[in-house]
């Protein structure tokens, strides 16, 4: 058998295989690597995530808060009548202790303590209608002063880099393997047909 003849049908499909594994694992890595510019034969050279983070991270930012947790489902999810009802209650109980406090010491016990606890209802029975009143204005206010979009972008531009990368590849580990895979899996079909055009011509 003369293998000069066959041996291209067998070493440049694991030659293939290797070049596509290699070239997709690189690629894999020059996702984040170089951190920062390095300047190369005239040319700027920087990892994909890191030149375009701020870019990403504002991408990122405008979506979550536009479409997946915007002020309107917050609220949707946020159970007020439970709120409000806590709140009534907690600043009733600090309005009769304040007033216990203010009055003063002459007052018999008994009576101080008839004068907060009757205060103290009457929080109860007007701070719902003062809350509802004030709802909308609160809805306004988080709604113009906490900006969703900029707390997540500002987030994610202070990541370290490589603690970014690190978690990342550790999310998609196996996804990135089978990239990897499936680059040798290409190379090699390439390869294969390659050394077939050989031996045929």
Partial sequence: MNWSVYAPLIFMPLIGGFIGWVTNMIAIRLLFRPYVPISFLGFSVQGVIPK???????????????????????????????????????AAEAVETRVLEKIPSIVPHTF?????????????????????????????????????????????????MAYLERLTLELAHKELRTLEVLGGVLGAIIGLFQAGLLFLF
């Fill in 52 to 90: 375009r983070r701020a870019e990403m991270a504002h991408q990122i930012g405008s979506i979550v808060a536009e479409q997946l947790l915007s002020w309107e489902d917050l609220f949707t999810k946020f159970d007020k009548n439970k709120f409000y009802q806590d709140l009534t209650v907690q």
């Fill in 112 to 160: 101080a303590k008839n004068i907060a606890h009757a205060i103290g209802d009457m929080v109860v029975k007007e701070a719902p209608k003062f809350i509802a009143d004030m709802e909308g204005n609160i809805k306004d206010k988080l709604t113009n002063e906490i900006d969703i979009a900029a707390i997540i972008t500002e987030k994610i531009n202070g990541f370290d």
